[in-house]
């Protein structure tokens, strides 16, 4: 054994090879191992949680990771229908093993020459069935006339399937599959069956992991396997994820295309507009800390945007839109990723989750979110709901390039294509001929087709239907459209194996103008192919309309942000609380580099975050919600009553909820992927539903017209909120808004220890009078924590519009 283990070694030498290449393949084949192992160990752990549910959930319990039907009241467990499915397991186990060897080899050797000796040498399904973790039921947001169910499932099977193509064995040895399914029974009908239809997708891409056996198993290769994973990942994501759907009916002569291919709810339109105090993930030599690159990911269902990259900037301001068509609301949500750019690998700075539902129903949301699974930040997003309108006279151009109308198209199906382009030439017969006669069998066979689409400068490409003249693709797609009346829709159809197109054609929007109902359901005619081919297809266009909102709803606002169930631990016993978190709408930590304007409202904004070790002193969650902005109290000795207008402060942190970062268990995998988190404790013991005042600040504020610069004095602060049991060191920061450099900022000396400092500290700002007119003064109460804290450390904030001010007489207020 020993000396094969140094043949590879004698014989790199004995070739004249570098060492360094016996070095790269030992690399990976280490890097293969350890990934087969990797493998193998989950699925173990998978099988063994899998086993006994009552130790997993206790496992749960202590992990804090625990089935959807546990963290949620409308998700229900359904212990019954697992138990049937266990009993039925063994029996569709058959079925399938039946339709691999008649149904699927036959295709498989049908698809190439050299698949011909394809055989399934052992099909077997396993012992392990599919679970269904929970269930939940729709019933107010949908039609009376359908069934809505999200099934949870999770599928870690013990199947074994092997294949033998020429001699070479390939197989599959063990699988966990899980996400969210969705159900729609519809319609309902008055006789049997009572349900018409059974449409079928998943909500989002599901997690695959798939153990090789064979050959396979050089698919767990370093780089092959990623390659590998994501090209089976969007295999099924193309049939099986939104906007993909499977429609099965279950009654006779019932038409199904609306089914399959219904219209979307709506679009909505995201206006990434700035971030703050984001996380610094840059640094120097491994321990100077640096800015960040941010830019960020934005996806609803499989469509992701990336946004432009803002360089060495934690407070980045973006200002770019995307628009979302949204096809399932309840059921798809708004993901927000941040990430910073590096050479390497990009660092995750937070995310976002924003339910459509309440964004649905707010029509228009302007708010700041905080970002979770991170330690500081916030994203100030705007959200607008566009319906879906059949008028015409919503289709006016819009001034800033945006969408103004969406087009869905229905691809059915074509009609008599010719085998090439050869064939024919605007209805002519071709008279180009062909001496190879491997070539002319070639271009003999049936067109293998697809079709390109495209509008504007968008082009999507439709399945390929092989070796047929009359193919059908039925698929639907969607485009935005700017300019209904100027625009058209190019239809390309190609052969794939010729890469020769087969027909074209162009139809103008404003022929679905024409048509009250905006809709063209017919053939078209192929140009550039035989003179008796067609396409089929139909045509929907609808106009996008922002909705007036409902004065008499109450907006969700910041709460749109879904954070997941909360995990509150008791400090007496082992027993834990499990209740559903809610968001308190404050106003949003206040950053150095905003201007006055860009400040959120009264009931905007989110919770200035604030992280504290758990385990030492565990508290339960207390929410506060409706706090108003602490509006500063005016002193009628000092000036006019209007001379320093009060900014939005920060109200007193709460405790912050955060996600746990460890792999989930088998007893978690149909839960959401928000659905673990840890609670933060916080030494704040804020009364519920008290507004309480951040405290006040003294100052003095005056132009010196022969020095040419404006004098602040800080006199003092009183009643400031502590923010943690040990006390505060307050200190005051003072910018001159817009500059913002370090070398520009004031700041007062640390009083240890107190509520009440008193400072009388003056400081300069050398500008001219005009100057200082078009400036803002930013001020800031600070606690001088230690390095590594985890506590607040703003502790309240003003700015005051210089604009307004008589500043050479000055003015001296709380």
């Given at each position: 054994?020993?000396?094969?283990?140094?043949?590879?070694?004698?014989?790199?030498?004995?070739?004249?090879?570098?060492?360094?290449?016996?070095?790269?393949?030992?690399?990976?084949?280490?890097?293969?191992?350890?990934?087969?192992?990797?493998?193998?160990?989950?699925?173990?752990?998978?099988?063994?949680?899998?086993?006994?549910?009552?130790?997993?959930?206790?496992?749960?319990?202590?992990?804090?990771?625990?089935?959807?039907?546990?963290?949620?009241?409308?998700?229900?467990?359904?212990?019954?229908?697992?138990?049937?499915?266990?009993?039925?397991?063994?029996?569709?186990?058959?079925?399938?093993?039946?339709?691999?060897?008649?149904?699927?080899?036959?295709?498989?050797?049908?698809?190439?020459?050299?698949?011909?000796?394809?055989?399934?040498?052992?099909?077997?399904?396993?012992?392990?069935?599919?679970?269904?973790?929970?269930?939940?039921?729709?019933?107010?947001?949908?039609?009376?006339?359908?069934?809505?169910?999200?099934?949870?499932?999770?599928?870690?099977?013990?199947?074994?399937?092997?294949?033998?193509?020429?001699?070479?064995?390939?197989?599959?040895?063990?699988?966990?599959?899980?996400?969210t399914l969705r159900v729609i029974l519809e319609p309902l009908l008055t006789d049997a069956p009572f349900v018409g239809a059974v449409t079928l997708f998943f909500m989002q891409k599901p997690h695959l992991e798939i153990n090789w056996a064979g050959m396979s198993n050089l698919l767990d290769v370093p780089g092959i396997n990623v390659v590998s994973d994501s090209l089976i990942q969007d295999f099924i994501a193309?049939?099986?994820?939104?906007?993909?759907?499977?429609?099965?009916?279950?009654?006779?002569?019932?038409?199904?295309?609306?089914?399959?291919?219904?219209?979307?709810?709506?679009?909505?339109?995201?206006?990434?507009?700035?971030?703050?105090?984001?996380?610094?993930?840059?640094?120097?030599?491994?321990?100077i800390r640096g800015k960040s690159d941010p830019y960020a990911l934005l996806r609803v269902g499989t469509v992701q945007y990336r946004s432009k990259t803002v360089s060495r900037d934690l407070n980045p301001i973006w200002n770019e839109t995307f628009e979302f068509?949204?096809?399932?609301?309840?059921?798809?949500?708004?993901?927000?990723?941040?990430?910073?750019?590096?050479?390497?690998?990009?660092?995750?700075?937070?995310?976002?989750?924003?339910?459509?539902?309440?964004?649905?129903?707010?029509?228009?949301?302007?708010?700041?979110?905080?970002?979770?699974?991170?330690?500081?930040?916030?994203?100030?997003l705007k959200l607008e709901w566009l319906s879906l309108v059949n008028d015409q006279e919503k289709l006016h151009e819009d001034k800033k390039g945006l969408s103004t109308a969406i087009l869905i198209v229905y691809l059915d199906s074509a009609f008599n294509l010719p085998k090439n382009h050869f064939e024919y030439s605007n209805g002519e017969c071709g008279t180009k001929k062909i001496k190879n006669n491997k070539y002319l069998k070639k271009m003999e066979r049936e067109p293998s087709s697809f079709v390109l689409l495209t509008v504007g400068n968008k082009t999507q490409k439709s399945k390929t239907c092989n070796f047929s003249k009359d193919p059908t693709w039925g698929q639907a797609f969607t485009f935005f459209v700017h300019n209904a009346h100027s625009q058209s829709l190019h239809i390309e159809i190609k052969d794939k194996e010729r890469d020769s197109a087969l027909g074209t054609s162009v139809v103008c929007l404003s022929h679905l103008l024409k048509d009250p109902s905006m809709t063209l359901d017919q053939r078209f005619p192929l140009d550039h192919s035989s003179s008796d081919s067609f396409i089929k297809m139909k045509l929907v266009l609808r106009a996008l309309n922002v909705e007036e909102p409902d004065p008499q709803r109450v907006k969700a606002g910041v709460n749109a942000s879904k954070l997941g169930p909360v995990h509150v631990t008791e400090k007496a016993g082992n027993l834990q609380k499990f209740s559903s978190p809610q968001v308190s709408k404050v106003p949003p930590m206040s950053k150095d580099s905003a201007a006055p304007e860009s400040l959120p409202k009264k009931d905007s904004g989110g919770e200035d975050l604030d992280t504290k070790d758990s385990s030492v002193a565990p508290v339960p969650c207390e929410t506060v919600s409706g706090l108003d902005e602490a509006e500063g109290k005016q002193n009628p000795e000092h000036g006019p009553p209007s001379a320093l207008p009060s900014g939005a402060a920060a109200m007193p942190t709460l405790p912050v909820l955060q996600e746990m970062r460890v792999a989930p268990s088998v007893t978690s995998l149909g839960s959401l992927p928000s659905s673990c988190f840890e609670l933060s404790s916080s030494n704040l013991d804020i009364p519920n539903g008290t507004e309480m005042p951040l405290g006040e600040i003294q100052l003095t504020v005056r132009y010196a017209s022969i020095r040419q610069s404006l004098v602040v004095l800080v006199n003092g602060c009183r009643n400031l909120v502590p923010s943690s049991n040990r006390g505060v060191d307050p200190y005051v920061r003072i910018y001159l808004l817009p500059d913002r450099r370090w070398t520009s900022r004031k700041k007062t000396s640390v009083k240890k220890k107190t509520l009440n400092p008193q400072y009388d500290e003056k400081f300069e700002f050398f500008e001219s009078l005009e100057n200082v007119k078009k400036r803002t003064l930013d001020i800031a109460v600070k606690n001088s924590r230690p390095f590594i804290s985890q506590e607040r450390k703003e502790l309240g904030k003003v700015r005051i519009d210089l604009s307004r001010e008589d500043l050479i007489k000055g003015f001296a207020q709380w």
């Open positions: 054994r020993a000396l094969l283990w140094l043949g590879p070694v004698y014989l790199a030498g004995y070739l004249g090879l570098s060492g360094s290449w016996l070095l790269l393949a030992l690399a990976l084949w280490l890097c293969w191992g350890l990934n087969r192992r990797g493998k193998r160990d989950r699925l173990a752990a998978a099988f063994a949680l899998l086993e006994d549910e009552r130790e997993a959930v206790c496992r749960g319990l202590a992990a804090r990771h625990l089935p959807a039907w546990v963290h949620f009241p409308d998700v229900e467990r359904v212990e019954w229908l697992n138990k049937v499915l266990v009993q039925a397991w063994p029996y569709f186990g058959t079925i399938m093993e039946k339709t691999f060897k008649e149904v699927l080899e036959p295709k498989i050797r049908a698809k190439s020459v050299h698949l011909k000796t394809c055989t399934f040498t052992k099909i077997h399904f396993g012992e392990k069935c599919p679970r269904i973790n929970g269930i939940k039921a729709y019933t107010k947001e949908i039609d009376r006339r359908q069934v809505t169910l999200d099934l949870q499932i999770c599928y870690i099977g013990d199947c074994e399937i092997h294949m033998d193509i020429s001699k070479f064995n390939l197989g599959v040895k063990g699988v966990q599959l899980y996400g193309a049939r099986l994820v939104l906007p993909n759907r499977i429609t099965v009916p279950l009654k006779k002569n019932m038409n199904i295309a609306h089914l399959r291919f219904p219209v979307p709810q709506g679009v909505i339109r995201v206006h990434l507009l700035e971030a703050e105090n984001l996380v610094q993930k840059d640094n120097f030599l491994g321990a068509v949204v096809h399932e609301v309840p059921g798809q949500d708004l993901e927000v990723d941040l990430y910073d750019e590096d050479p390497d690998k990009d660092d995750f700075m937070g995310s976002l989750l924003i339910s459509l539902v309440d964004v649905m129903n707010d029509r228009t949301v302007d708010e700041w979110f905080p970002l979770s699974k991170t330690t500081s930040g916030h994203l100030h």
